[in-house]
């Protein structure tokens, strides 16, 4: 339920920016507007709006499929808001070393629940690491995908110049991974007692 509300908010919220970019201009992480003006806000709300809807499409399909799953391990162990508290830390967590990063460059901007996102299908992966995740209509082991997709992320992180958040996406997997971890410690030992025993 929580998944289907953080989807309907982040999509009223994108659709609303795209028609009005004044609203976009005031939720984007700008890192000034948080120096200078403190609006600490803006750690969260940018990941609340998106570039374009090829954007906020591909993390609302990627939120709806994984945040439905992992929602229920939430709320057994931390309460019904348990995975709404996940969510939006992490929306905080990820985007945390590009701020550090970039705090003092008045020309950077960034946006997009992508780092959020990140961190679902990683504490996803912990518990069902076998899972097939369709990529390009091609059923790939999550596990796999999750190795590539760190891989491929430090290294367009290290390269740069394509306009994406890649240290968000990094950072929002990591921060899914230790969450899970000091959720329920036991996690580590499920995590390898199912990817030793693989199942498709």
């Known amino acids: 339920m929580l ?25 984007i992480l700008w890192p ?13 709300t940018h990941g609340f709006v998106h570039a374009d809807w090829q954007h906020l499409l591909f993390n609302m399909i990627t939120l709806f499929f ?9 709320a057994q162990r931390l309460g019904s808001a348990g995975f709404l508290f996940f969510y939006l ?18 020309h950077y901007r960034s946006l997009g629940a992508s ?36 891989g ?7 390269k740069g110049g394509d306009n994406i958040n890649h240290s968000a996406h990094l950072s929002g997997a990591i921060y899914g991974v230790l969450f899970m971890f000091l959720m329920e410690p036991r996690v580590g030992g499920v995590f390898l007692e199912r990817l030793l025993n693989p199942s498709f």
């Open 3 to 27: 998944t289907l509300i953080l989807i309907a908010v982040t999509v009223l919220v994108s659709w609303q920016a795209f028609e009005r970019p004044r609203l976009i201009e005031r939720l």
């Open 32 to 44: 000034p507007a948080i120096a200078r003006k403190h609006q600490y806000d803006r750690l969260v």
């Open 66 to 74: 994984f945040g439905r799953a992992i929602e229920p391990v939430f």
């Open 89 to 106: 830390s992490a929306i905080v967590v990820a985007i945390l070393p590009t701020w550090l990063r970039h705090r003092h460059d008045p």
């Open 115 to 150: 780092g959020a996102v990140s961190a679902v299908l990683f504490a996803f992966i912990l518990l069902a690491p076998w899972s097939l995740i369709f990529l390009f209509f091609l059923p790939v082991p999550a596990i796999l995908y999750g190795v590539a997709y760190v």
């Open 152 to 158: 491929y992320s430090f290294w367009m992180d290290r």
